[in-house]
């Protein structure tokens, strides 16, 4: 079955440290993987696409089919990057996602 | 304010009663999806349309919840004889297919509290 591993519930990183939240899915065809950031009192939002090769906001995330991950990382972690991050695949024939349970990052001053 | 728009933001009811939650997307996008989200979980997926066809349907959904988007616009999202197991966020979003997946746009969700 397809799914979605984020292994830790909670990272906290110093301010000006990196930072690296760990996706792993399992699926055995071709996956689009994405990460949403859901920030205190706002809606769930699309952070990047792996298609799209982007960085968004010193954000990157690298899709290792060999290791089936999509890490996401960030060199320099900044307060603001305190959010709770989600992981999600997208299975060829469907638009639906599978996500996983969420890891909440928390960057300290 | 042109996102998706979810109504009730809350919702209190008692064990058995019936709800029914809507949901506004963004005018231009053609797919809608529900998902519903528990307490320390992601989104998990109910069900999905394109334009006023439902295409797909979680096994999640019992026979107890219904989605329609009639005219391929809103959407209602239905719980008949709710249990407490059905207090959870639902989330609505949308998405523009035929530009390439550039990923869902969210709403801010409805939370169902049973009691």
């Known amino acids: 079955a397809q799914r979605v591993t984020q292994p830790e519930k909670l990272l906290s990183v110093f301010k000006g440290a990196p930072v690296e939240l760990k996706c792993n899915y399992s699926?055995?065809?071709?996956?689009?993987l994405f990460w949403y950031v859901q920030y205190s009192r706002q809606r769930l939002q699309l952070l990047l696409r792996?298609?799209s090769r982007e960085s968004i906001k010193g954000f990157t995330a690298d899709l290792n089919k060999g290791e089936t991950s999509f890490h996401l990382k960030k060199p320099f972690a900044q307060e603001e990057d305190s959010a709770m991050y989600y992981c999600?695949?997208?299975?060829?024939?469907?638009?639906?996602?599978?996500f996983g349970t969420g890891t909440r990052l928390k960057v300290l001053a | 304010d042109t996102g998706v728009s979810q109504d009730p933001r809350h919702k209190i009811t008692k064990r058995g009663q019936n709800v029914t939650f809507r949901c506004d997307p963004i005018?231009?996008?053609?797919?809608l999806y529900w998902y519903r989200q528990t307490l320390g979980q992601g989104p998990e997926f109910l069900t999905y349309f394109q334009n006023e066809a439902q295409l797909e349907k979680s096994r999640l959904l019992s026979d107890r919840f219904s989605a329609e988007r009639p005219k391929g616009s809103f959407s209602t999202l239905e719980i008949q004889r709710t249990e407490q197991g059905d207090s959870a966020m639902y989330l609505c979003?949308?998405?523009?297919f035929g530009q390439g997946n550039y990923g869902y746009t969210f709403g801010s969700g409805t939370r169902l509290t049973v009691v």
């Open positions: 699926y055995s065809g071709s996956p689009e």
């Open positions: 005018s231009e996008h053609n797919r």
């Open positions: 999600a695949l997208r299975t060829s024939g469907t638009y639906k996602y599978i």
């Open positions: 792996h298609i």
């Open positions: 979003a949308s998405s523009f």
